[in-house]
């Protein structure tokens, strides 16, 4: 199907979805934009029986044709759901620079925290309270890269699916258990009972990063950029655990001390 009018009813929802959370909770579904991560998206959904749930894919004539390998996996969803748009529609709906033409609707990935959907002794990541779109994408991208087993929203994280934070998960989040659980003390208390610790991350009074065992059930708990961690929600945590600063800085991006705790959890923790 060609779709050449802004008034398009799917085009108008297209461009309601790429700019209102509230719309993206009542339809459930969400924006995916850019060539490699469209390719993947539509890939993963193809190879993996519907694991990503690709709702449509919205390009332009001149990104069927720049995308090696866009065409051959295009083929395997339903006419019903694929859609030519104008170059003017593209960089119309698009909030990038450099819009590349591409777009993939799909619906929610994420999965309400629950003991029985963790996995018992498994590697995690917790996120309490972070606001920046760019560093979630960074720090989901980072989870599926060492393999581990989930990342959960607690608190009033940014939305996870906020273009910028789509973007910066460059085509990963299909492929990492995301959780929201918006109780802190309720998240604690789950990853408890599945006999996985949880190792606050602060910035400094914790046990040294490369001292702390990360051995077994373990879950690094980031919390927001400006303020870290409560007081309150590091006490109900476990552990804590510190990276030692040389230098000249106190402190790191949050993304980048995920990526930091992640590693080590990963590579020292069994």
């Given at each position: 199907?060609?779709?050449t009018?802004?008034?398009?009813?799917?085009?108008?929802?297209?461009a309601?979805?790429?700019v209102?959370?509230?719309?993206?909770r009542?339809?459930g579904?969400?924006?995916i934009?850019?060539?490699?991560?469209?390719?993947?998206?539509?890939?993963d959904?193809?190879?993996?029986?519907?694991?990503l749930k690709?709702?449509?894919?919205?390009?332009?004539?001149n990104?069927?044709?720049?995308?090696?390998g866009?065409?051959e996996?295009?083929e395997?969803i339903?006419?019903?759901?694929?859609?030519?748009?104008?170059?003017?529609?593209?960089?119309?709906?698009?909030?990038?620079?450099?819009c590349q033409?591409?777009?993939?609707?799909?619906?929610r990935?994420d999965?309400?925290?629950s003991?029985?959907?963790?996995?018992?002794?498994?590697k995690?990541?917790?996120?309490?309270?972070?606001?920046?779109?760019g560093n979630?994408?960074?720090?989901?991208r980072?989870?599926d890269?060492?393999?581990?087993?989930g990342?959960v929203?607690?608190?009033?994280?940014v939305?996870l699916?906020?273009?910028?934070?789509?973007?910066?998960?460059?085509?990963s989040?299909?492929?990492?258990?995301?959780?929201?659980e918006k109780?802190f003390?309720a998240?604690?208390?789950?990853?408890g009972?599945?006999?996985?610790?949880t190792?606050?991350?602060?910035?400094d009074?914790?046990?040294?990063?490369?001292?702390f065992?990360?051995?077994?059930?373990c879950?690094v708990?980031?919390?927001?950029?400006?303020?870290?961690?409560?007081q309150?929600?590091v006490?109900?945590?476990?552990d804590?655990?510190t990276?030692?600063?040389y230098?000249?800085?106190?402190s790191?991006n949050?993304?980048t001390?995920?990526?930091?705790?992640?590693?080590?959890?990963t590579?020292?923790g069994?």
């Amino acid at each position: 199907m060609v779709i050449t009018s802004k008034d398009n009813p799917k085009i108008k929802q297209l461009a309601k979805l790429y700019v209102s959370r509230k719309y993206r909770r009542e339809t459930g579904l969400f924006v995916i934009e850019g060539l490699r991560g469209c390719v993947d998206a539509v890939r993963d959904d193809v190879e993996h029986d519907g694991l990503l749930k690709v709702d449509g894919v919205y390009y332009t004539e001149n990104a069927f044709d720049s995308a090696e390998g866009f065409g051959e996996v295009l083929e395997k969803i339903p006419d019903s759901r694929r859609f030519v748009i104008t170059r003017e529609i593209a960089d119309r709906i698009s909030d990038t620079d450099s819009c590349q033409g591409v777009f993939v609707t799909a619906k929610r990935l994420d999965k309400a925290l629950s003991a029985d959907g963790l996995k018992a002794g498994g590697k995690y990541l917790v996120l309490d309270e972070l606001q920046d779109p760019g560093n979630l994408g960074t720090m989901i991208r980072t989870a599926d890269a060492v393999g581990l087993d989930g990342v959960v929203l607690s608190g009033n994280c940014v939305d996870l699916y906020n273009p910028k934070t789509v973007r910066s998960a460059v085509g990963s989040m299909p492929r990492v258990d995301i959780f929201v659980e918006k109780d802190f003390e309720a998240v604690t208390e789950m990853l408890g009972k599945k006999g996985i610790r949880t190792a606050a991350a602060v910035i400094d009074g914790g046990t040294e990063i490369k001292q702390f065992d990360f051995g077994g059930g373990c879950a690094v708990v980031i919390g927001n950029e400006g303020r870290g961690l409560s007081q309150e929600h590091v006490e109900m945590c476990s552990d804590r655990v510190t990276i030692k600063m040389y230098g000249h800085i106190d402190s790191l991006n949050a993304a980048t001390a995920a990526t930091i705790f992640l590693w080590e959890m990963t590579r020292r923790g069994d």
